[in-house]
Every structure is written in C-alpha cells, then in structure tokens.
C-alpha cells in the first residue's frame, strides 16, 4: 500500500484547500482535496464546452465537498481519535468516583447486609441460595481491590475491551480485502484510504472518463501524477500517452450527459456516504455505552455486588452489557469492511 504521508502532498493549483487539515488520502498516497476532473475547455468558437466543463467543475467542487468530510469521519470513529481527548478526563473522573464510594465504611455496611441476607437464608433453609450468596460475594470481594484500582482500564486500556473489539473487526474486514495477516494499529489508514478510492477516486475517473483508469496500472500512475500537478490538461494528455484513447477523447469532448451523471453522483452519493456515516456512528455509540457500563460497574464492586437481587443483578447487567457493546462494536466494523468492498466491486464494473 502506497499510503503517502502527511505533507507530502503535491502542489500545484486546484482542490479545496479548506479540507487540506484532514489529509484524506488514497491508496496512491493522493491527498482526495486534490481532485479535478479533466475536459476541454472550449473557448471562443466552442462555448457549449466552456459551460459544459464550468459545469463540470462546479458539480465536482460540491461533491468532493460532501464526500471527503463523510471519509473523514469513518477515520475519525475507527481509530478512535474521538475517544483520546476524554481518555485522561474519564480515567480521572472514575478514580474520583471509586474514592468517593469505595471507602471501608461502604464496604463494609454493604457486607454486612449481604451477610444478613445469607444469614437469613440459612435460617429457612435455602441452602442453596446461601451457598451461592457467599461465593457471589466471595467473588466480588476478590475483583474489587483489582478492577477498583485502575476503574475503566479493563474498557479504555490499550488491550481493554474497546481496543480488542475494534481490533477484531478491523482485522476480520481486511481479510476480506485478502490481507490474511492485517496490522489493526495500520489497517484503519488502509480502510480510510479504500474508501477514499471507492466513493471518490473511481466514481470520479467514471464520471470524466468512462471508465475506471486505474485498471492499467501505467494510467493509475499517470493519473495520479497528474492530478498532483494541478493542471487539468495534463491529466487528458496522460491518458492519451498511458495509452486509454478511450478515456482521452471522453475528456476532451464533455456532454450534458456527463453533466446530468454528475447531478446523479451529487445526489446519490451522499446516500453512500450516509450509510458509513451511520456505521461510524453506532460505533461511537457502542464505544460510549461499553463506557458507560464501566462507570457503572464500580458501583456494582463496591458495594451492589454484596447485597442480593437487584443491586447484584444490575453488576450482572452491567458486566455482561460492557462485553455486548464491545461485540457490536466490531461487528459494526466488520460491516464497514463488506460496505466498502461491495462499493469496490461497483465501481470497478461502472462502465465495463
């Protein structure tokens, strides 16, 4: 994977410098605001072709616009650079709270009413429930000092519970790409930069060419050469010398037909984009509630976990909620990996 780095962008004129900050880039390392669509401008004698290549030019403006925020976003959810901001505030906060409530006074009126309940059942004759009482508290009693130590670590550790669920999501979606032994610390620049290619790169050689270019690989080059230099005849005359005369001459002769695909594209993309902006959201979601949950297990160790029914219940709950919201999380992964190899194979059949 030809993943460029940060500043090494090319230069030259065109793009839209305003989304440059997010340094949205395809497999070709081609920063995605650097993208233009190739056609012959016309001029005096040929004014059809100076309005229908205005036009051109304005519907891809709007649309590189849309999408580019929309491929940052699914970055931005599965690297989890959304959780790194409140990753010191949350360990914090949770240390605070497990002061405030872990204290020996808590622990030990919490014991002693779990103690009574135990008390109580052997007195009737539940046994069973008495047995099962104690070694419910016995239990608790064990993992609280470890889990109340370092409260969130188990969920926002490096190997805690968001991170081996992304990592397995990622790591099952590049396998489906056919990388049979994936790094998930790198694999989320990889996925970013398919979908760059998927809802940008190909669509976009489709709509000026006809065709996806960069089934050649001497014209993938070209185009990406070119795109970086800013000059949008360059580009036209790359195709012809890559040898796709095909993709040449729809370049330099532009039609409304072109114009009303790019009014579809403007339209129908955003429902593409929509779909992995939603994925990406309810990863952020499950990432929130595992949270959640793990704030409200220190109430379960500290004290709940000794008291029988409701309070041992809703740890239970809690426990095995964190664990149901970590899978989701990665099964929501997974699915970002089939949606953006269903828009591979959509694209590389456009106009075959």
Do not use: K
């Amino acid at each position: 994977m030809a993943l460029g780095q940060p500043g090494t962008g090319g230069g030259g004129g065109g793009g839209i410098d305003v989304l440059d900050w997010m340094d949205i880039r395809d497999s070709q390392g081609v920063p995605a605001t650097r993208y233009q669509i190739s056609t012959d401008d016309g001029g005096l004698f040929h004014p059809g072709d100076t309005v229908r290549s205005a036009v051109l030019n304005f519907e891809v403006q709007i649309w590189l616009f849309l999408q580019i925020p929309a491929c940052e976003f699914v970055g931005f959810s599965a690297a989890y650079e959304w959780l790194a901001p409140f990753h010191r505030a949350l360990t914090g906060v949770a240390e605070s709270l497990t002061r405030q409530i872990a204290t020996p006074q808590v622990l030990i009126t919490a014991a002693a009413i779990g103690s009574f309940i135990v008390a109580v059942f052997v007195v009737r004759g539940y046994f069973a429930r008495a047995a099962t009482q104690v070694s419910f508290m016995l239990l608790v009693a064990v993992l609280a000092p470890v889990l109340l130590a370092e409260p969130l670590a188990e969920v926002l550790a490096p190997n805690g519970l968001l991170a081996q669920g992304r990592d397995l999501g990622i790591s099952v979606a590049a396998g489906l790409h056919g990388d049979a032994d994936p790094n998930p610390a790198d694999q989320v620049e990889v996925m970013q930069a398919g979908l760059v290619d998927n809802l940008l790169r190909h669509p976009l050689q489709v709509l000026n060419f006809g065709h996806v270019v960069d089934r050649s690989p001497a014209c993938r080059d070209a185009w990406s050469t070119t795109v970086l230099s800013g000059n949008d005849s360059n580009i036209r005359e790359a195709m012809r010398n890559c040898g796709d005369s095909t993709a040449y001459e729809r370049a330099s002769n532009p039609t409304w037909g072109q114009v009303g695909s790019g009014l579809v594209i403007i339209f129908l993309s955003p429902l593409a984009s929509l779909v992995l902006i939603m994925i990406s959201f309810m990863i952020i979601r499950d990432g929130c509630y595992a949270i959640y949950h793990g704030f409200m297990t220190i109430f379960g160790f500290a004290a709940g976990g000794f008291i029988y029914g409701p309070t041992q219940t809703f740890l239970i709950r809690n426990i095995v909620d964190a664990f149901i919201a970590t899978g989701r999380m990665a099964a929501y992964t997974i699915f970002l990996g089939v949606y953006t190899l269903f828009l591979n194979n959509m694209f590389l059949q456009a106009g075959s």
